[in-house]
């Protein structure tokens, strides 16, 4: 069976009240869904792992699911943040340091971008830099960041939004 959105919306529904039948057909289901979602976006080596961090992801925020709206935009929009992660994740662990000797050609467009970023980035100060640098181009959370940083989690989101905003201001300018 291949519900639509709105028996998904009731099994939730149930499942929100205590339901386990309903909760144990709502995560066939999804299991379901998330397979053909993740099917043209991921190698098949990883899908059953992704599948079942997204089903983790919906059970733990299963609490903020409301009754009222559509469920499929809700699960697509976890499914998305999942895949998301998986990718920062492996290219994380792809990245491969860049030999010394190897010279870069200026006139390459990603070499001519990290220089612009590079520029921008000392345009701002060093606090904002490097929390941009973290969330931004690193892709740690803003708890990571927090805890790298030794900066509380608001004052990552402020410095990260104030060095977003003075960049843009010197784009603008140029």
């Not at 697509?76 to 792809?94: F, G, N, Q, V």
């Not at 990245?95 to 220089?115: H, M, W």
Request: glycine share 4%; charged share 30%; aromatic share 6%.
């Amino acid at each position: 069976m291949v519900a639509d959105d709105e028996t998904l919306a009731r099994l939730m529904a149930a499942s929100q009240d205590g339901d386990k039948q309903a909760y144990r057909t709502l995560l066939g289901e999804c299991e379901t869904w998330l397979k053909r979602y993740y099917a043209r976006k991921i190698g098949p080596h990883v899908l059953d792992d992704l599948v079942q961090d997204t089903l983790i992801s919906l059970h733990r925020k299963r609490a903020s699911y409301d009754p009222t709206r559509a469920f499929l935009p809700w699960l697509a929009a976890i499914a998305r943040y999942r895949w998301i992660d998986h990718l920062r994740k492996s290219y994380r662990t792809k990245e491969v340091a860049l030999n010394e000797e190897l010279a870069a050609d200026p006139s390459d467009p990603a070499v001519a971008a990290k220089i612009g970023l590079e520029k921008l980035m000392g345009l701002i100060p060093e606090k904002q830099a490097l929390t941009i640098k973290l969330v931004k181009i690193e892709g740690l959370t803003i708890a990571e960041a927090s805890q790298k940083t030794g900066q509380s989690e608001s004052l990552v989101k402020v410095n990260i939004h104030r060095g977003m905003k003075r960049m843009a201001a010197a784009i603008e300018e140029e």
